[in-house]
């Protein structure tokens, strides 16, 4: 019989970390910013809860003219910027023409299969670790393909988010439609941009950066509503998803905990820039959001028609909601913010 040769085998060496009966890391410490024990050892809802009762009465006031702007992009248009390939399969299991339901009533029915963060999403505090680290010293080790997150699951922040909704368009503030790709947008230039606004940043705020990046994506392959089979040049289309990125500098860490942003919304891929700059590697901000500082981050958002209703009468600000799926033991949700001016 012919010999079949074997897959080469990687060394491995047991742990030398214990991890106690909460599912922490015993002796587990954070980056240098961080918000761990801040909300109790146990917390697993991170700047969440930020989100007071009193801020979101205080948001509802905002509320002026009734307007109100959808975040997300369509699903099963042309594909959203993602790196997790088609958003969605979508099946129709009963039409009109196949099911009726008696005294002249028909009816249909579907099935929806796709990636959780295929589309405009929301990045739960077990996405990402480092160190068989997250959140709050919970053990990494924790997720898996046979249970899912048995800590820090997206379903803890289901009970949604809302509050106050600040828009910052820094693709608008520097004149340009939107930001070259790699641009790194700094925590001056966060700054920058909220003073020309006249809008401040404050504690509890549901914040989003316009970068430009959905505008560019769409300028090049067309409507968000065109068939999926319409992507055109698939080499073009994958230059723009791995390639350099405008997004959050590093030095936004900081900032974002000193301002105490509840949850981080950018209209990008991954809300950091790419290539990471220099002393960092692409993920490290993911990293500090996630584990250190359990602040939930927006992708692959849909700012065009806010921000240009924001620039006309002036107003930055209004209450926002965003609902999460209550997926139980998931790391990710798609997501549709609601931004009411």
Known sequence: MREVPEPGLTRWEPPTYTVDADGKVVGGTPGPIHNWGRWGDSDQRGTANLLTAERVVDAAALVRTGKTFALGLPIGGLAAPSHRGEPLHLFQIATGDAILTGAGTDGADD???????????????GHVGRGNLM??????????????????????????????????????????????????????????????????????????????????????????????????????RRDLLDGPEAGLAWDTVQWLRDHDVAVLGVDNLAVECRPAQPGHTWIDFHVAAL??????????????????????????????AVSVLPVVGAVGSPINPLFIK
Do not use: K
Not at 111 to 125: C, F, N, P, S
Not at 159 to 184: H, I, K, M, S, Y
């Open 135 to 236: 959140y709050n010293g919970f053990w990494s080790g924790l997720v898996t393909a046979g249970t899912g997150a048995r800590r820090l699951g997206v379903h803890h922040l289901a009970t949604g988010l809302v509050g106050r909704g600040v828009v910052l368009d820094v693709a608008r503030a520097q004149g340009v439609p939107w930001l070259e790709p790699g641009f790194p947008i700094t925590a001056a230039l966060l700054d920058s941009t909220a003073e020309a606004q006249g809008v401040e940043v404050r504690p509890g705020d549901i914040l989003f950066v316009r970068t430009g990046t959905v505008t560019h994506w769409y300028e090049r392959f067309g409507s968000p509503t065109a068939p999926f089979q319409r992507l055109g040049d698939e080499t073009a």
């Open 291 to 320: 584990r250190d500082l359990g602040l939930p981050l927006a992708e692959v958002l849909d700012l065009d028609a806010l921000a240009a209703d924001c620039a006309e009468d002036a107003v930055w600000e209004g209450q926002c």
């Open 111 to 125: 099935y929806l299969v796709m990636a959780l963060q295929g589309t405009t999403q929301l990045d739960g505090l």
